[in-house]
Nanobody, 126 residues
Framework: VQLQASGGGLVQPGGSLRLSCTASGLTFSSYVMGWFRQAPGKEREFVAAIESTSGFSTTYGDSVKGRFTISRDNAVNTVYLLMNSLKPEDTAVYYC???????????????????WGQGTQVTVSS
């Protein structure tokens, strides 16, 4: 199983970025997919997750609610994270992750995610 994240970069405060994560080697639609982030000197933080199959149900970390949107396209095995109104405190390495079990309910705990991408750096600075 491989998860390939992309789309990070340098953006000014108030700007937007869209991260993508393409999966291979698993039945993508069967798994909850999530995004986490880790800033230097801090623990890994839950950002967002989306349920398997339909992707109708989503959940967000408190610090990104109303600004970030997670979505998925099962036809191309890809999960997205649209980040709007970015703040300097959003600066971190962002990781996509896949749940370890099929069709499980959304979880915010990183310990329940088995598959991890390599991370993509997001820097918000003027």
């Amino acid at each position: 199983v491989q998860l390939q994240a992309s789309g990070g970069g340098l953006v000014q405060p108030g700007g937007s970025l869209r991260l993508s994560c393409t999966a291979s080697g698993l039945t993508f639609s069967s798994y909850v997919m999530g995004w986490f982030r880790q800033a230097p000197g801090k623990e890994r933080e839950f950002v967002a997750a989306i349920e398997s199959t339909s992707g109708f149900s989503t959940t967000y970390g408190d610090s990104v609610k109303g600004r970030f949107t997670i979505s998925r396209d099962n036809a191309v095995n890809t999960v997205y994270l649209l980040m709007n109104s970015l703040k300097p405190e959003d600066t971190a390495v962002y990781y996509c992750a896949g749940d370890g079990l099929k069709f499980r309910a959304i979880t915010t705990s990183p310990s329940q995610y088995t598959y991890w991408g390599q991370g993509t750096q997001v820097t918000v600075s003027s």
